[in-house]
């Protein structure tokens, strides 16, 4: 499913579009997820946000506020930016 979902969104961050292009060609992106596995979070599409490695910790250790979280889409505020994301599949 992760790797699905990567491909799905074409390898790019979903905050800053960024693409990471390792030496044998291939992209690199991490996928991080929205309420962490140790909080019995999922590896399903609509708990997945990929994101370059920069974004992932921002959102993992930044001040974060989750204002709507569906199958569909997640808005949040991570460090007073406020962002918008469709997710899932």
């Known amino acids: 499913t992760m790797e699905s979902l990567k491909i799905l969104r074409n390898f790019e961050c979903q905050i800053c579009k960024t693409k990471i292009l390792k030496a044998d060609g291939s992209f ?41 979280h569906t199958k569909e889409k997640i808005i949040f505020e991570l460090n007073d930016k406020r962002y918008n994301i469709p997710i899932g599949i």
Do not use: Q, R, V
């Not at 708990?47 to 250790?61: G, S």
């Open 28 to 68: 690199y992106i991490e996928a991080s997820h929205i309420e962490a596995k140790k909080d019995k979070g999922t590896e399903m599409p609509d708990n997945l946000l990929i994101l370059c490695p920069n974004h992932h910790k921002e959102f993992d250790l930044g001040k974060k506020k989750i204002i709507e």
